[in-house]
């Protein structure tokens, strides 16, 4: 084609935004793509329709963004995670666009309703919680910020399950997020990467060649990002996998049909679920293999990207930075490596100073648990020659840490790439510091807790190379679309500033001296409570305090301390004391298939909001209300309606929590341990608009240490609850339903509940009692708001670029 050509007719493309031709646009999709008409389309129909004539909108945009990439003009983000909550799309889209009210005005004048739409979009569950929802909320604020960014991940045919609860119990039901299609996605036809597993390593006069004996391939899908107040629009590119070869031929001709196919049902299994972070990474081959496959294909792409730009894989690190969201993907440290000197020739001193310089990596947990390891023997198997560059790293590694602290063989066997304890592992956390040239945690308690005890040794080698960016949440779905109604308020008093700049929220401190302005605050977060009451069926009245915990489900999260204190004022009413402050207490969460404490926690929530719903008494003031199948959307429904956040995670164990930063943004106070970024909060919005509770992370070590059993624990309240649970008073009669989580509790209480308990529940007393000044709680709910703007993402990435990117 000729340039002059092409651009005589990009003449004819303009798309105008009026809500005329919006709505041709939109007839257009339905008779040209979807081959539908009036009459017959469906809701979903509207919506594809919708979303395409959207998507052409950014298509502009999103070209722009791409040549940016490809002339390696500025140093490009590779951020490489295997997660991405990313939410419903349409309503983001449309706000970054700044067209909703043309859209509104569009589907009126068709008779249909743009909040229905909305509504209808079905979320891509692409992670399991925190994690991924960080990760998209870092994708919106690299656009909004015009910071050249590419989202690598793995495009799962099936998500995050899909939670239903029977009979109070959670039953997991297969995420099929795209059987009604996904109209964001662009699929890349043109590439395509090769992926290897398993087979031998060959020298040929000295130099190594990896013979894999599978080849699985990986291919493409695109979902652009598009900054807010900007026209940068940057991609999340989610690879699938796909088989080398459909058919095996050899197979096929013997006539065993069945085989022919069996190979490719095999390599496209890679992509076909997400891992939804059971207790333990170890024995999960299918795992490991999604890790290697998503990273192999990223950086054969980050390469090509740069070369296709006329660079040279030693300008590798000037034009990109890898950012590891986590180990999953740590791979990239060998492949990299791999990459460099088997493919490209390079020497080991040369790759290895290109990873160092472009490899950077964030750690989101302490739990040993959740520390991803790998035993050797499979990770030999699946990867002979990456294995080789690991043990050369270590070889090297355990040099320079010999050489700064000779004779010491704790420290060699501490810090060893290879773990020695049991059977030998590859330990990912540590080959990601190594080879990173900075390492961050995720708040600033978190960061000191990481250089302290899980990556101790390594601080002290190279103290220069840790420090901390405290996560952010972005303002732009979790404030300015999630509640519409706070929005306005806060933007006819102060401009619509703030969404791009959330600093600028400290300029409702002083209305927060203004009865009127408090007035309207109050009306905002009561419309929106009762929004969701009429949206969850009227379950609950919307007067009474709403207290919720939305979170994955887990021990150290303490749902459990939560339910405590419920049955604690189930029992305080029953035994006829007055309860003066009415409480719905909201809890959402998911647990892990396999996790069965977490299982048990969510039942016994149900259990007792039915002894609530059953004693004519309770009811009147207290309702536990459990939200299934908690989601980006259905947070977004939750967030803007809560009055009180609860935070209530044992010290020391939640990395940061963000769940925390999106409560406070919607005028939530916080009931709070201090952990994670809880602490950075306290500071923020001043100790006396938090309601803080509970040991710190020192005393819970020290009382570890000193040897804590629960049994030492002497408290009536909480003998009460626990008694009522195990009398079955919240399983109809059965005894035995809740028996083990009442005998963990008594006998090892790993998380600390009973010795928070009295804590917790006399914060709760402090709670009730600040809630009868609803003026003052105003109050304080503006102040959070105005004093929480450095929990915007758009601040964490910043951080980012002066810590650890060196834009
Ligand atoms: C989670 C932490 C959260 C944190 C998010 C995002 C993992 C491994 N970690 O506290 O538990 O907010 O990461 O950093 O999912």
Same mark, same amino acid.
């Given at each position: 084609?000729?340039?002059?050509?092409?651009?005589?007719?990009?003449?004819?493309?303009?798309?105008?935004?009026?809500?005329?031709?919006?709505?041709?646009?939109?007839?257009?999709?339905?008779?040209?793509?979807?081959?539908?008409?009036?009459?017959?389309?469906?809701?979903?129909?509207?919506?594809?329709?919708?979303?395409?004539?959207?998507?052409?909108?950014?298509?502009?945009?999103?070209?722009?963004?791409?040549?940016?990439?490809?002339?390696?003009?500025?140093?490009?983000?590779?951020?490489?995670?295997?997660?991405?909550?990313?939410?419903?799309?349409?309503?983001?889209?449309?706000?970054?666009?700044?067209?909703?009210?043309?859209?509104?005005?569009?589907?009126?004048?068709?008779?249909?309703?743009?909040?229905?739409?909305?509504?209808?979009?079905?979320?891509?569950?692409?992670?399991?919680?925190?994690?991924?929802?960080?990760?998209?909320?870092?994708?919106?604020?690299?656009?909004?910020?015009?910071?050249?960014?590419?989202?690598?991940?793995?495009?799962?045919?099936?998500?995050?399950?899909?939670?239903?609860?029977?009979?109070?119990?959670?039953?997991?039901?297969?995420?099929?997020?795209?059987?009604?299609?996904?109209?964001?996605?662009?699929?890349?036809?043109?590439?395509?990467?090769?992926?290897?597993?398993?087979?031998?390593?060959?020298?040929?006069?000295?130099?190594?060649?990896?013979?894999? %004996?599978?080849?699985?391939?990986?291919?493409?899908?695109?979902?652009?990002?598009?900054?807010?107040?900007?026209?940068?629009?940057?991609?999340?590119?989610?690879?699938?996998?796909?088989?080398?070869?459909?058919?095996?031929?050899?197979?096929?001709?013997?006539?065993?049909?069945?085989?022919?196919?069996?190979?490719?049902?095999?390599?496209?299994?890679?992509?076909?679920?997400?891992?939804?972070?059971?207790?333990?990474?170890?024995?999960?081959?299918?795992?490991?293999?999604?890790?290697?496959?998503?990273?192999?294909?990223?950086?054969?792409?980050?390469?090509?990207?740069?070369?296709?730009?006329?660079?040279?894989?030693?300008?590798?690190?000037?034009?990109?930075?890898?950012?590891?969201?986590?180990?999953?993907?740590?791979?990239?440290?060998?492949?990299?490596?791999?990459?460099?000197?088997?493919?490209?020739?390079?020497?080991?001193?040369?790759?290895?100073?290109?990873?160092?310089?472009?490899?950077?990596?964030?750690?989101?947990?302490?739990?040993?648990?959740?520390?991803?390891?790998?035993?050797?023997?499979?990770? *030999?198997?699946?990867?002979?020659?990456?294995?080789?560059?690991?043990?050369?790293?270590?070889?090297?590694?355990?040099?320079?840490?010999?050489?700064?602290?000779?004779?010491?063989?704790?420290?060699?066997?501490?810090?060893?790439?290879?773990?020695?304890?049991?059977?030998?592992?590859?330990?990912?956390?540590?080959?990601?510091?190594?080879?990173?040239?900075?390492?961050?945690?995720?708040?600033?308690?978190?960061?000191?807790?990481?250089?302290?005890?899980?990556?101790?040794?390594?601080?002290?080698?190279?103290? *220069?190379?840790?420090?901390? /960016?405290?996560?952010?949440?972005?303002? &732009?779905?979790?404030?300015?679309?999630?509640?519409?109604?706070?929005?306005?308020?806060?933007?006819?008093?102060?401009?619509?500033?703030?969404?791009?700049?959330?600093?600028?929220?400290?300029?409702?401190?002083?209305?927060?001296?203004?009865?009127?302005?408090?007035?309207?605050?109050?009306?905002?977060?009561?419309?929106?409570?009762?929004?969701?009451?009429?949206?969850?069926?009227?379950?609950?009245?919307?007067?009474?305090?709403?207290?919720?915990?939305?979170?994955?489900?887990?021990?150290?999260?303490?749902?459990?301390?939560?339910?405590?204190?419920?049955?604690?004022?189930?029992?305080?009413?029953?035994?006829?004391?007055?309860?003066?402050?009415?409480?719905?207490? /909201?809890?959402?969460?998911?647990?892990?298939?396999?996790?069965?404490?977490?299982?048990?926690?969510?039942?016994?929530?149900?259990?007792?909001?039915?002894?609530?719903?059953?004693?004519?008494?309770?009811?009147?003031?207290?309702?536990? /209300?459990?939200?299934?199948?908690?989601?980006?959307?259905?947070?977004?429904?939750?967030?803007?309606?809560?009055?009180?956040?609860?935070?209530?995670?044992?010290?020391?164990?939640?990395?940061?929590?963000?769940?925390?930063?999106?409560?406070?943004?919607?005028?939530?106070?916080?009931?709070?341990?201090?952990?994670?970024?809880?602490?950075?909060?306290?500071?923020?919005?001043?100790?006396?608009?938090?309601?803080?509770?509970?040991?710190?992370?020192?005393?819970?070590?020290?009382?570890?240490?000193?040897?804590?059993?629960?049994?030492?624990?002497?408290?009536?309240?909480?003998? &009460?609850?626990?008694?009522?649970?195990?009398?079955?008073?919240?399983?109809?009669? %059965?005894?035995?339903?809740?028996?083990?989580?009442?005998?963990?509790?008594?006998?090892?209480?790993?998380?600390? /509940?009973?010795?928070?308990?009295?804590?917790?529940?006399?914060?709760?007393?402090?709670?009730?009692?600040?809630?009868?000044?609803?003026?003052?709680?105003?109050?304080?709910?503006?102040?959070?708001?105005?004093?929480?703007?450095?929990?915007?993402?758009?601040?964490?990435?910043?951080?980012?670029?002066?810590?650890?990117?060196?834009?």
């Amino acid at each position: 084609m000729t340039e002059r050509g092409y651009i005589a007719a990009m003449d004819h493309l303009e798309l105008r935004d009026d809500p005329e031709s919006i709505a041709r646009d939109l007839v257009a999709k339905l008779h040209f793509e979807l081959a539908k008409f009036e009459g017959v389309a469906t809701t979903n129909d509207h919506f594809l329709a919708l979303a395409y004539a959207v998507r052409d909108r950014m298509m502009n945009r999103w070209v722009h963004g791409a040549r940016a990439v490809l002339e390696n003009k500025q140093r490009t983000i590779a951020y490489l995670s295997a997660e991405y909550l990313i939410g419903p799309q349409l309503g983001s889209n449309v706000q970054a666009l700044g067209i909703e009210d043309e859209v509104r005005g569009a589907l009126r004048g068709l008779g249909l309703s743009y909040d229905e739409l909305v509504e209808h979009e079905e979320e891509p569950g692409l992670g399991n919680g925190g994690l991924g929802r960080l990760a998209a909320c870092y994708m919106d604020s690299l656009a909004t910020l015009d910071i050249s960014a590419v989202g690598y991940g793995l495009r799962y045919e099936f998500g995050i399950f899909d939670q239903q609860i029977r009979d109070g119990w959670q039953v997991e039901r297969t995420d099929r997020w795209l059987r009604k299609g996904n109209p964001w996605e662009i699929r890349r036809y043109e590439i395509e990467h090769e992926v290897g597993f398993a087979g031998r390593v060959e020298w040929h006069e000295g130099a190594p060649k990896w013979i894999p %004996d599978r080849i699985v391939n990986g291919v493409p899908y695109d979902t652009p990002v598009a900054g807010y107040g900007t026209t940068r629009t940057n991609f999340l590119r989610l690879w699938s996998a796909s088989a080398a070869e459909d058919f095996d031929l050899d197979a096929f001709q013997v006539g065993e049909y069945w085989r022919a196919v069996d190979a490719k049902i095999r390599s496209e299994n890679l992509t076909k679920v997400l891992y939804p972070n059971d207790s333990s990474p170890a024995g999960k081959q299918l795992r490991l293999e999604q890790e290697y496959f998503f990273v192999s294909c990223s950086l054969q792409d980050a390469i090509r990207l740069l070369q296709i730009g006329g660079a040279s894989v030693r300008e590798l690190p000037e034009l990109l930075a890898i950012q590891l969201n986590d180990t999953h993907p740590a791979l990239a440290v060998p492949e990299l490596m791999r990459l460099l000197i088997d493919v490209h020739g390079l020497t080991w001193d040369e790759a290895w100073a290109i990873t160092h310089r472009a490899v950077a990596y964030t750690n989101h947990t302490l739990l040993p648990e959740a520390l991803e390891t790998w035993p050797l023997p499979l990770f *030999e198997h699946l990867l002979p020659r990456h294995l080789q560059i690991i043990f050369e790293i270590n070889r090297r590694f355990l040099d320079e840490v010999r050489a700064k602290f000779p004779g010491d063989a704790a420290r060699l066997r501490r810090m060893s790439l290879i773990g020695e304890d049991g059977d030998r592992q590859v330990r990912m956390a540590y080959l990601a510091t190594v080879a990173s040239h900075r390492v961050n945690g995720v708040a600033e308690l978190h960061s000191r807790l990481l250089r302290e005890t899980v990556l101790r040794d390594f601080a002290e080698l190279w103290p *220069e190379r840790f420090t901390n /960016v405290t996560n952010g949440v972005t303002p &732009r779905r979790f404030v300015a679309l999630a509640n519409p109604k706070l929005s306005e308020l806060v933007t006819e008093a102060i401009g619509d500033g703030w969404i791009r700049n959330l600093d600028q929220l400290r300029e409702l401190e002083p209305l927060a001296e203004d009865r009127a302005f408090c007035e309207r605050w109050a009306k905002v977060k009561l419309a929106n409570k009762t929004a969701l009451a009429t949206h969850l069926g009227g379950r609950f009245d919307p007067a009474a305090m709403l207290d919720a915990q939305c979170k994955r489900i887990h021990e150290y999260k303490r749902q459990h301390l939560n339910l405590l204190h419920v049955i604690t004022l189930f029992d305080r009413i029953r035994r006829g004391e007055q309860l003066a402050t009415p409480r719905t207490i /909201v809890l959402a969460g998911k647990a892990a298939p396999a996790y069965r404490a977490a299982k048990l926690i969510i039942r016994l929530a149900h259990g007792i909001a039915d002894a609530i719903d059953a004693d004519p008494r309770a009811r009147e003031l207290l309702r536990v /209300v459990f939200v299934p199948d908690f989601s980006v959307k259905v947070a977004q429904r939750i967030y803007p309606a809560a009055d009180l956040s609860e935070q209530i995670s044992t010290a020391g164990m939640e990395a940061s929590g963000t769940g925390n930063m999106k409560f406070t943004l919607n005028g939530a106070l916080t009931i709070g341990t201090l952990d994670g970024a809880n602490v950075e909060i306290r500071d923020a919005v001043g100790g006396e608009h938090f309601f803080l509770f509970g040991m710190t992370a020192e005393e819970v070590l020290a009382r570890k240490r000193a040897g804590y059993h629960p049994r030492d624990v002497h408290e009536a309240e909480l003998s &009460r609850a626990l008694d009522l649970i195990a009398a079955g008073t919240f399983s109809g009669g %059965d005894r035995d339903m809740f028996a083990p989580l009442v005998w963990d509790l008594r006998e090892r209480d790993p998380f600390l /509940v009973c010795a928070d308990f009295r804590a917790y529940v006399d914060c709760q007393r402090r709670v009730d009692a600040a809630w009868r000044v609803p003026a003052a709680w105003t109050r304080s709910s503006i102040l959070n708001v105005a004093r929480a703007g450095r929990f915007s993402s758009d601040r964490s990435i910043r951080d980012y670029v002066r810590l650890i990117w060196n834009l």
